[in-house]
């Protein structure tokens, strides 16, 4: 879309305490080609810029040596963000060209999520790029149980950079646990901030893994088709993503019907969602996407994103089997103009039967 290609992208990174977000965005504020880059903290002391000051300008707002901004967030994210598209369009601000949002390390990252892709004083100048998110290879694993926040800004990345790699080589067992949270999320390995190009590189959000021939994904999974899901992490006991492909196009009504079932059946169990569907009532292809309870406007594309040129949808949930996710998609198949109300009830119904 014409639209899309003038918004500016949106990074979020989110890393448990101690996963080393700080090293890699001063490394990578370093580096030339991200010159004009806003940076947005939720405290200036959180990722220790101090050697990148050189002035402060008006309100929260502070330079940095490379050309880039900083700032943090005053009063909401999205206020926030759209002051600072105000400010560059006035001129008060040097113009950037992209924005990193770096979260603290207990940040739960869904309701920034939802600000970034839901909110339209948002939307009208910004795109979410990508969720990058920094795990520690030293101390990971055993953040898994302790704290649920690791498992949370795992699941819902884009791209997982695995740090101090120098000082603990990734073991099988930490590449399993990983895979097990997000299989599909390509995992890189950084030390002391080298791979920074290579976290933020540019990702397209709407590409959705096609199967063992997508060279994107190092991991693989079954293609699955009508009615046929396949759960790609089906050895863990919480955090599950689950790929189905989808033959047949969906009905507006359908994607109303299948999205209130999605709610009242798993509530926040449904971490994340995003789908490519074909619609039947125009044959138009639609991009979707969740987080949370919160089921975002649909957006309509050009094409296909890719070659496969199939309706397929990626789920991650937490304690949520691929079955139990399976029995929800002959909502879709909904007839245009059927009431999605209706086809609740009837569900409801049925999962109440013996």
């Given at each position: 879309m014409t639209h899309e290609k003038t918004l500016t992208p949106v990074y979020l990174l989110t890393g448990f305490l101690g996963s080393g977000k700080s090293t890699l965005l001063n490394a990578l504020l370093k580096m030339p080609a991200f010159a004009n880059t806003a940076v947005i903290v939720n405290e200036f002391g959180e990722i220790g810029l101090d050697h990148f000051l050189i002035e402060q300008s008006r309100d929260n707002v502070m330079l940095l040596e490379a050309g880039c901004l900083c700032c943090t967030i005053s009063d909401s994210l999205h206020e926030t963000l759209a002051e600072l598209n105000a400010r560059r369009v006035r001129g008060e601000v040097p113009p950037f060209t992209r924005v990193i949002i770096e979260t603290t390390g207990l940040a739960d990252p869904t309701p920034i999520l939802n600000t970034l892709i839901g909110n339209r004083l948002v939307t009208d100048h910004y795109r979410l790029e990508a969720t990058i998110v920094t795990v520690d290879a030293q101390h990971a694993l055993a953040g898994f149980d302790r704290h649920p926040e690791v498992r949370k800004q795992i699941a819902v990345a884009d791209r997982l950079v695995l740090t101090k790699s120098d000082l603990q080589p990734p073991t099988p067992e930490l590449l399993d646990a990983l895979r097990r949270v997000n299989a599909l999320a390509p995992v890189i390995t950084c030390t002391a901030g080298d791979a920074a190009l290579a976290a933020f590189a540019a990702l397209d959000q709407r590409r959705l893994p096609t199967g063992p021939a997508d060279s994107e994904h190092e991991h693989e999974h079954e293609h699955v088709h009508t009615n046929h899901g396949h759960d790609v992490n089906r050895h863990d006991a919480r955090i599950r993503a689950h790929c189905f492909q989808i033959d047949d196009p969906a009905s507006w009504a359908g994607l109303a019907a299948w999205w209130r079932v999605i709610s009242d059946t798993f509530g926040d169990r449904m971490l994340r969602c995003k789908g490519v569907l074909r619609i039947a009532e125009t044959d138009q292809v639609v991009f979707i996407q969740a987080v949370g309870?919160?089921?975002?406007?649909?957006?309509?594309?050009?094409g296909w994103p890719d070659a496969l040129?199939?309706?397929?949808?990626?789920?991650?949930?937490?304690?949520?089997?691929?079955?139990?996710l399976r029995d929800t998609l002959d909502?879709?198949?909904?007839?245009?103009?059927a009431d999605p109300e209706s086809f609740l009830i009837e569900h409801q119904l049925r999962r109440k039967s013996p």
């Open positions: 309870r919160v089921f975002h406007r649909p957006e309509r594309m050009a040129r199939r309706s397929r949808l990626v789920c991650i949930t937490q304690d949520v089997s691929e079955a139990q909502a879709l198949a909904l007839p245009p103009g």
